[in-house]
């Protein structure tokens, strides 16, 4: 590391594939890798800063941007700040919803399992049989947070399977019939 650079604060996360690649720096980073890679991001984690820019640098470079979109850039899941934002706005959710609604948002249309949803946001542990209501309830608040929100995306139940995220089309605009209110003269 060298001494003129401040040490690293935490994960950079960089999107330039369509796979988002966390960067992490040091072993006392190692706790963070098992959160991020439950987000389908990939892993790398680098001895220090160092050598972390010679391998930037043979891989083509990278700003150090963190977003994750979801179908047509209307949800925006930033890991770096792990938060959710629709039209630049930042959803009101708590952490359990955040990585539940990542990971939905990580792959567009993908049905994920009552098991996978659960191991996402609460990580590994052993099943119980509570795991199908909790999941359930979680995705309910999101649901609600989502449609009071405006977010032109759903949460669709798979049944007997899990959930996923779909992409609603804008409603059409309503054109008043001008013809119809007497405001048009021929």
Not at 65 to 94: F, N, Q, Y
């Amino acid at each position: 590391m060298r001494p003129d650079r401040p040490p690293d604060t935490g994960p950079v996360i960089v999107d330039g594939s369509g796979v988002p690649t966390v960067l992490l720096v040091g072993e006392h980073a190692l706790d963070q890798a098992p959160a991020f890679l439950r987000l389908g991001a990939v892993v790398v984690v680098a001895p220090d800063r160092g050598s972390l820019d010679r391998w930037q640098c043979e891989q083509g470079g990278g700003d150090g941007r963190a977003r994750v979109t979801a179908a047509d850039d209307s949800i925006v899941v930033d890991l770096r700040k792990h938060s959710i934002e629709w039209r630049d706005v930042a959803l009101d959710i708590t952490e359990l919803e955040f990585r539940v609604l990542a990971a939905l948002a990580s792959e567009p249309d993908r049905a994920w399992s009552f098991p996978d949803l659960r191991a996402t946001g609460w990580g590994p542990a052993t099943p119980t049989r509570d795991d199908l209501v909790t999941v359930r309830s979680v995705v309910q608040r999101l649901r609600n947070k989502l449609r009071v929100a405006g977010v032109l995306a759903r949460i669709e139940t798979v049944r007997g399977f899990g959930f996923r995220l779909t992409m609603q089309p804008p409603a059409p605009r309503s054109v008043p019939d001008l013809r119809r209110s007497g405001s048009v003269t021929t």
